[in-house]
């Protein structure tokens, strides 16, 4: 299996799904970029999108359209304005016409050139997507189809989900390699993934890349704190954390994240509160992925409260003297316990249900937070199993296909798990464990090629089904 970074796991962009929204962007703009490398340019005319399985039963629940235009664009998901998010593709739809990968205006008109699939599915995964452009006489030029395999990552029919060949002095696929490694070494995890990291970046970048991904999981909390109102989509759904920030208040002034965080780090809370604090930042996050908010995928955008909720614990509530470094080693573990999730399994809930979003995010934050307190990296991947074991079979069906109901709520309970996790870890000797995490790992995508495809993020049954809501049509 090629290599995966912390970086492949750790993604800066806009919500609300990492598969149904960052995949599709991802895959749009490299349309683009196949537009010009072929010299199509100048006869292109006007494009039709083709969505399958589940992108097309609940691609408008989780702005696949949005995505795919701004992608169409050349907009960028790490550096686009958040306000622009739907302001371009409502201008799209009201005149008809897109500014092509930002050099040429062709006729698009949303209505007719989006086409949802949604009794089909294309083979190689549920997420399949299918781009073609056509000249001013209607001749096809060219056509490519795409996956979005969960987690940002974007696989192009006929190629394998590898990137460019890359040799590391620690490869991982299993859990139980990265313990050998080190015991062999007498390292800690993290330092077995800064090493590897080192063979893709320099140190200054490491350090950098994962001190801004750890900034915007602050920022988009403090925002989710900060902000009232409905969520768009058409469920009326309110948000919750600005409410519980609000009785939670912390008494001190600040104006902006920093401030705020260093009032928290500052505070002291009873036990009761902490819990509520964990849920306010969890739900934070995912009020804003769900209102097309920048996020990080950890490892996706339907699981992205989890880790900065975990991570945020560590700092205000661990008793802790939290620095820099200790955030960067946090993302360094659960990265890597990602990547071995993603190898061994699934991090889509379109092939293996929610376990493999909040369980996969829930055993990444016990890992790292484990790690954290000073626990071994035995007890760090124990800490990883029992978190996925207590997700195993869940299942993704989200109500009217936004990730509101129960998405926002349940990365809250996988950030509770993933403490309790990391808690009994500490406490635990590795070495008399009956359930290693690889076995672990296996079991969940064992389960998820027996769940029915239905609870596989297609809104066709569980809450979905039996809380029926009016929602536009795709």
Not at 115 to 136: I, R, S, T
Not at 206 to 232: A, T
Not at 235 to 261: C, D, M, P
């Given at each position: 299996?090629?290599?995966?970074?912390?970086?492949d796991?750790?993604?800066?962009?806009?919500?609300?799904?990492?598969?149904?929204?960052?995949?599709?962007?991802?895959?749009a703009?490299?349309?683009?970029?196949?537009?010009?490398?072929?010299?199509?340019?100048?006869?292109?005319?006007?494009?039709?999108?083709?969505?399958?399985?589940?992108?097309?039963?609940?691609?408008?629940?989780?702005?696949?359209?949005?995505?795919?235009?701004?992608?169409?664009?050349?907009?960028?998901?790490?550096?686009?304005?958040?306000?622009?998010?739907?302001?371009?593709?409502?201008q799209?739809?009201?005149?008809?016409?897109?500014?092509?990968?930002?050099?040429?205006?062709?006729?698009?008109?949303?209505?007719?050139?989006?086409?949802?699939?949604?009794?089909?599915?294309?083979?190689?995964?549920?997420?399949?997507?299918?781009?073609?452009?056509?000249?001013?006489?209607?001749?096809?030029?060219?056509?490519?189809?795409?996956?979005?395999?969960?987690?940002?990552?974007?696989?192009?029919?006929?190629?394998?989900?590898?990137?460019?060949?890359?040799?590391?002095?620690?490869?991982?696929?299993?859990?139980?390699?990265?313990?050998?490694?080190?015991?062999?070494?007498?390292?800690?995890?993290?330092?077995?993934?800064?090493?590897?990291?080192?063979?893709?970046?320099?140190?200054?970048a490491?350090?950098?890349?994962?001190?801004?991904?750890?900034?915007?999981?602050?920022?988009?909390?403090?925002?989710?704190?900060?902000?009232?109102?409905?969520?768009?989509?058409?469920?009326?759904v309110?948000?919750?954390?600005?409410?519980?920030?609000?009785?939670?208040?912390i008494?001190?002034?600040?104006?902006?994240?920093?401030?705020?965080?260093?009032?928290?780090?500052?505070?002291?809370?009873?036990?009761?509160?902490?819990?509520?604090?964990?849920?306010?930042?969890?739900?934070?996050?995912?009020e804003?992925?769900?209102?097309?908010?920048r996020?990080?995928?950890?490892?996706?955008?339907?699981?992205?409260?989890?880790?900065?909720?975990?991570?945020?614990?560590?700092?205000?509530?661990?008793?802790?003297?939290?620095?820099?470094?200790?955030i960067i080693?946090f993302?360094?573990?659960?990265?890597?316990?990602?990547?071995?999730?993603?190898?061994?399994?699934?991090?889509?809930?379109?092939?293996?249900?929610?376990?493999?979003e909040?369980?996969?995010?829930?055993?990444?934050?016990?890992?790292a937070?484990?790690?954290?307190?000073?626990?071994?990296?035995?007890?760090?991947?124990?800490?990883?199993?029992?978190?996925?074991?207590?997700?195993?079979?869940?299942?993704?069906?989200?109500?009217?296909?936004?990730?509101?109901?129960?998405?926002?709520?349940?990365?809250?309970?996988?950030?509770?798990?993933?403490?309790?996790?990391?808690?009994?870890?500490?406490?635990?000797?590795?070495?008399?464990?009956?359930?290693?995490?690889d076995?672990?790992?296996?079991?969940?995508?064992?389960?998820?090629?027996?769940?029915?495809?239905?609870?596989k993020?297609?809104?066709?049954?569980?809450?979905?089904?039996?809380?029926?809501?009016?929602?536009?049509?795709?």
């Amino acid at each position: 299996m090629e290599p995966i970074s912390v970086f492949d796991m750790l993604k800066i962009g806009i919500g609300p799904s990492s598969s149904h929204t960052l995949g599709p962007w991802r895959a749009a703009e490299r349309f683009c970029q196949e537009i010009q490398a072929a010299d199509l340019m100048e006869q292109l005319h006007h494009i039709a999108v083709h969505l399958y399985g589940s992108l097309a039963l609940t691609g408008k629940g989780h702005g696949t359209d949005i995505a795919i235009l701004l992608g169409l664009c050349g907009q960028d998901p790490e550096t686009i304005p958040p306000q622009e998010v739907t302001a371009i593709p409502s201008q799209i739809t009201r005149i008809g016409q897109l500014h092509f990968a930002g050099s040429k205006t062709i006729e698009f008109i949303p209505q007719k050139d989006f086409v949802y699939h949604k009794d089909k599915c294309l083979p190689f995964h549920a997420n399949g997507m299918q781009l073609q452009c056509y000249d001013e006489s209607g001749h096809l030029l060219y056509e490519a189809t795409y996956y979005s395999i969960g987690g940002g990552f974007v696989v192009k029919e006929g190629e394998s989900d590898s990137r460019v060949e890359h040799s590391l002095p620690y490869p991982i696929n299993l859990a139980r390699e990265l313990e050998i490694y080190c015991q062999k070494q007498g390292k800690y995890i993290w330092e077995i993934v800064w090493e590897n990291e080192k063979t893709w970046r320099s140190e200054a970048a490491i350090r950098s890349g994962l001190l801004r991904i750890w900034r915007v999981m602050r920022d988009c909390m403090y925002q989710g704190c900060h902000s009232e109102g409905i969520l768009p989509g058409g469920l009326n759904v309110s948000r919750r954390a600005s409410a519980i920030y609000q009785k939670l208040l912390i008494k001190g002034h600040y104006t902006n994240a920093e401030e705020w965080l260093q009032l928290l780090i500052k505070s002291d809370f009873e036990f009761s509160k902490v819990l509520k604090w964990i849920g306010c930042f969890a739900m934070a996050v995912n009020e804003e992925n769900a209102n097309f908010g920048r996020v990080v995928t950890a490892p996706t955008n339907g699981a992205a409260g989890v880790i900065p909720a975990v991570l945020m614990y560590y700092l205000c509530f661990s008793g802790k003297n939290v620095n820099d470094d200790d955030i960067i080693r946090f993302l360094m573990v659960a990265g890597e316990i990602g990547s071995i999730f993603k190898k061994g399994a699934t991090i889509s809930a379109a092939m293996g249900g929610c376990q493999a979003e909040i369980g996969v995010s829930s055993a990444m934050a016990a890992a790292a937070l484990t790690e954290g307190l000073g626990g071994s990296p035995g007890q760090a991947l124990m800490a990883a199993e029992i978190a996925m074991e207590h997700h195993l079979g869940l299942t993704c069906d989200p109500i009217g296909g936004l990730v509101q109901i129960p998405c926002i709520e349940r990365n809250s309970m996988g950030a509770i798990k993933a403490i309790t996790a990391a808690n009994i870890a500490l406490d635990g000797e590795p070495e008399k464990a009956k359930v290693p995490l690889d076995q672990v790992i296996k079991t969940m995508w064992d389960t998820a090629q027996d769940m029915n495809t239905k609870y596989k993020e297609t809104s066709l049954g569980g809450l979905a089904a039996n809380i029926p809501i009016l929602l536009p049509e795709c």
